[in-house]
């Protein structure tokens, strides 16, 4: 989803001096299109079907008028936008020019393309002297915005396609904020922040962390400092102080070609991160494009590899529960408590797994033997197994896993989690990797805080905790109240186990785990201190709302907003 381009094909029009003229389709919308592409085919002319996915039936029409024209006039384009769309005809596409507009890979790229689209006029349109270094840092925080993207879920959690749209309008508020100034007040800092992180750019963020951080750009580059001798966004990236566009371009070649990540607020270990991804996705890219069938050639076919496999696994996976051993278990420990009536809901997904991990991998030896018949989900599970990956159906009722030995790995450590706190009691410290649904097992740890304090109400307990020096193999009694969780690792930073506080991470560690951390609930809804560090919990690398927990705050010797710029988390699982 990029910028709209209509803007510019019809200014390239103008100054090649061709008519253009634009159509969106949408129903009925063919008739107008048909006599559009017919006038222009014979007289000359662009003709610009705009949102082409809604037409598609018109798309083969157009197909067949423009391969089976008889004569076209030179000077006649057709320009077609479209959403990405599985039925569009490729036949189209194979014979079309494509043409992107893709941001430019740097900091030093990004603002050249940015100072190319501005003239002299522009530059000196306001006299005010906040004026070209306001501009300057508009479009240093666009190349950024952009540029943090490619480190994943440490730049954003959800990729947003920023554009140049998003920069236009922060630029015009900018001059029209500094034309109604009163010199006196001066700049309202407050109001330009909340346009560019609430509004401007904020406006395309959906995710509350994303929306942080953009905040906290405009928190720590957007104020009176920014005018003085000392300020740089990064060491080396300093705002010039230039009268015409020229000395711009001149300072900005100065710029090195490749950045460090600190320029984008992120620690020099992202650039790994990058890096791994990079070379994650073209082999993943290469794995799917493998020929699947078996070939000719010496050594065990892909079903004899995927039978043993079976074979292997089916031997190592857990007994069913019982339901009435289950209920037994639970009467005794009280089967109303809260964290009961979550463990045997977490016992019924578990068993569900268990089931249809069962049941795919006896068919599947069966089909490979030839008794039944090859299904799609048996076809798929073959397939997955072989190149080491979980199969769609088992992911689709358990958890997200990079390859298939970790997924069953973290398979049996869950089952031995649930299998131990059945039938040998409550442990002294929980596991929160093996929940499917954590979110539940905080809430019931909250419940039975409530209910152990008489005149406690559920609506005004929040979760409190500590991170606390111990790890798990030290913990030997539970607490006096709340939950002991471990297995949580920080990304972005590193622990001092000694303080007990955030440190930036060791050079070439991605991840750091964290020791045990005590979580309880108090009855206050009053916001928590800004000198600590609210950290989001995630369950996945995928840092996403459908991945997110909760967050526990930590301790910092410097501003929480340096550890926002560097996107620290904390992930239940790194694999």
């Not at 929306?211 to 957007?222: D, H, M, R, Y």
């Amino acid at each position: 989803m990029g910028s709209d381009p209509t803007s510019q094909i019809e200014h390239l029009a103008k100054k090649r001096h061709v008519e253009c003229r634009s159509i969106s389709m949408g129903q009925g919308q063919e008739v107008h299109s048909r006599k559009l592409v017919g006038q222009f085919m014979a007289n000359g002319g662009w003709a610009l079907l705009q949102n082409c996915h809604l037409g598609l039936d018109f798309m083969e029409e157009l197909l067949e008028t423009l391969t089976e024209a008889t004569s076209i006039h030179e000077a006649f384009r057709v320009w077609i936008t479209t959403e990405v769309h599985p039925h569009f005809p490729i036949s189209l596409l194979q014979c079309s020019i494509k043409f992107t507009n893709e941001p430019p890979q740097g900091i030093k790229a990004g603002l050249k393309r940015t100072y190319a689209g501005i003239n002299q006029d522009q530059l000196d349109i306001s006299s005010m002297p906040q004026w070209k270094p306001m501009l300057y840092a508009v479009s240093f925080l666009h190349t950024v915005v952009q540029e943090r993207r490619k480190f994943g879920p440490l730049g954003w959690n959800i990729p947003y396609e920023f554009n140049s749209a998003d920069w236009q309008a922060s630029v015009q508020y900018c001059q029209n904020h500094l034309d109604d100034l009163d010199v006196k007040k001066g700049v309202s800092w407050n109001t330009v922040r909340y346009m560019l992180g609430e509004v401007n750019y904020g406006g395309r963020v959906t995710d509350d962390y994303d929306k942080i951080l953009l905040n906290t750009f405009a928190k720590v580059w957007f104020g009176e400092n920014m005018f003085a001798d000392t300020f740089a966004f990064y060491t080396g990236y300093t705002i010039p102080k230039c009268k015409k566009i020229d000395e711009y371009m001149s300072c900005i070649e100065e710029m090195p070609l490749v950045d460090a990540p600190e320029a984008y607020g992120l620690h020099p270990n992202a650039d790994i991160t990058y890096q791994s991804n990079m070379a994650k996705e073209v082999l993943d890219t290469i794995m799917n494009i493998q020929p699947k069938d078996s070939g000719g050639g010496g050594g065990a076919t892909r079903e004899t590899v995927v039978f043993q496999l079976a074979d292997d696994m089916i031997k190592k996976l857990p007994a069913d529960y019982l339901p009435h051993e289950v209920r037994d278990r639970l009467r005794k420990m009280g089967i109303l408590q809260p964290l009961n009536i979550f463990l045997r809901q977490e016992l019924d997904r578990m068993q569900r797994v268990i089931t249809i991990v069962r049941t795919t991998l006896v068919d599947l030896k069966l089909a490979i033997e030839g008794t039944i018949i090859m299904s799609e989900n048996l076809r798929d599970a073959l397939d997955n197994m072989y190149d080491a990956r979980v199969p769609a159906l088992w992911k689709k009722v358990s958890w997200e896993s990079t390859t298939l030995g970790f997924w069953f790995t973290e398979l049996l450590d869950r089952n031995d989690q649930f299998s131990r706190w059945i039938f040998e009691g409550r442990p002294n410290v929980f596991w929160m990797t093996g929940f499917f649904n954590p979110q539940g097992f905080l809430t019931a740890m909250r419940q039975e805080v409530t209910r152990a304090h008489k005149g406690w109400a559920l609506d005004s307990v929040t979760l409190h905790n500590d991170v606390l020096r111990q790890l798990r193999e030290d913990i030997t009694t539970p607490p006096q109240e709340g939950v002991y969780i471990y297995g949580l690792y920080l990304d972005g930073a590193s622990w001092d186990r000694k303080n007990s506080r955030l440190i930036e991470s060791k050079p070439k560690v991605l991840f750091t785990p964290l020791p045990v951390v005590h979580i309880y609930a108090i009855n206050s809804t009053a916001p928590k201190d800004p000198k600590f560090y609210q950290c989001p919990v995630y369950k996945k690398p995928h840092r996403t709302d459908l991945t997110y927990i909760t967050f526990i705050i930590m301790r910092t010797a410097v501003s929480p907003d340096h550890w926002v710029l560097r996107g620290v988390a904390s992930l239940c699982d790194i694999k």
